[in-house]
């Protein structure tokens, strides 16, 4: 039974259709719990964590807490996914065909611009999350971010995946929302997925103002297919081409 990990933040609406989802295509769902939501149903492994790092710190907290027992194929998915279209039809998508990721599987994958390399986010409009509800057009307040270690995005990625990016060009998905075989995972020492976890487990705050996790959105693929070759991308092809 292959893992659905779920970074969830008070998305009480989403658990439904979780719940339906993993009997359907028996998933041993698991949600890295960050707002301190009661979880009812009993399919789900609940695991307590401080609201740190955002979906980023979840993925990357299995990962590494579960290195050695990763399951076949593990599905990482926002609590927010059936909040947005967009993201909802990627969701309903990978929840139907992650079973079958022998790589990086995502519904789109494509190769990005040259621009994207020199991304970097000193400001960024947040979202006012002292309101209780949080919707596409709810107030954002223009925030100044800690930044990268290392930027810009396309240097950020180089160095933390030891790679270099051939024309300034890497793979890219969006949303956050995609399956990795295990293979590819422990491809990677566990050093190098504690490495990037170290990059947004900072304790001593409730930090939602961090860039890194914005280069991370972008460069997911990069950091699990540091050299990716077609027979290991897979993606809605009948959609995307």
Same mark, same amino acid.
């Given at each position: 039974?292959?893992?659905?990990?779920?970074?969830?933040?008070?998305?009480?609406?989403?658990?439904?259709?979780?719940?339906?989802?993993?009997?359907?295509?028996?998933?041993?769902?698991?949600?890295?719990?960050?707002?301190?939501?009661?979880?009812?149903?009993?399919?789900?492994?609940?695991?307590?964590?401080?609201?740190?790092?955002?979906?980023?710190?979840?993925?990357?907290?299995?990962?590494?807490?579960?290195?050695?027992?990763?399951?076949?194929?593990?599905?990482?998915?926002?609590?927010?996914?059936?909040?947005?279209?967009?993201?909802?039809?990627?969701?309903?998508?990978?929840?139907?065909?992650?079973?079958?990721?022998?790589?990086?599987?995502?519904?789109?994958?494509?190769?990005?611009?040259?621009?994207?390399?020199?991304?970097?986010?000193?400001?960024?409009?947040?979202?006012?999350?002292?309101? %209780?509800?949080?919707?596409?057009?709810?107030?954002?307040?223009?925030?100044?971010?800690? %930044?990268?270690?290392?930027?810009?995005?396309?240097?950020?990625?180089?160095?933390?995946?030891?790679?270099?990016?051939?024309?300034?060009?890497?793979? %890219?998905?969006?949303?956050?929302?995609?399956?990795?075989?295990?293979?590819?995972?422990?491809? %990677?020492?566990?050093?190098?997925?504690?490495?990037?976890?170290?990059?947004?487990?900072?304790?001593?705050?409730?930090?939602?103002?961090?860039?890194?996790?914005?280069?991370?959105?972008?460069?997911?693929?990069?950091?699990?297919?540091?050299?990716?070759?077609?027979?290991?991308?897979?993606?809605?092809?009948?959609?995307?081409?």
């Amino acid at each position: 039974m292959n893992d659905l990990i779920i970074a969830l933040y008070k998305e009480k609406d989403s658990l439904r259709l979780l719940e339906k989802y993993s009997k359907e295509y028996k998933y041993r769902p698991i949600i890295y719990n960050k707002g301190g939501l009661k979880i009812k149903s009993k399919i789900f492994k609940n695991i307590d964590l401080q609201n740190i790092g955002l979906h980023t710190h979840s993925y990357l907290y299995h990962i590494v807490h579960n290195y050695e027992n990763l399951s076949e194929v593990t599905i990482f998915l926002l609590g927010s996914a059936f909040r947005d279209i967009k993201k909802a039809k990627k969701a309903h998508w990978i929840l139907r065909n992650g079973n079958d990721c022998q790589g990086f599987m995502a519904q789109h994958i494509w190769l990005s611009d040259e621009i994207e390399y020199e991304f970097e986010l000193p400001y960024y409009d947040v979202f006012d999350y002292s309101k %209780r509800w949080i919707r596409k057009n709810s107030k954002r307040i223009r925030t100044e971010m800690i %930044r990268a270690d290392t930027k810009p995005l396309g240097k950020w990625i180089e160095k933390h995946t030891n790679q270099i990016l051939k024309d300034k060009r890497f793979y %890219r998905s969006s949303k956050c929302i995609f399956a990795a075989n295990k293979s590819i995972i422990q491809a %990677r020492p566990l050093s190098y997925w504690k490495n990037l976890l170290s990059l947004v487990d900072d304790q001593s705050q409730d930090v939602r103002n961090l860039e890194v996790v914005h280069f991370f959105e972008r460069a997911w693929l990069s950091i699990f297919l540091p050299n990716p070759s077609i027979e290991k991308l897979q993606y809605d092809i009948n959609t995307y081409g």
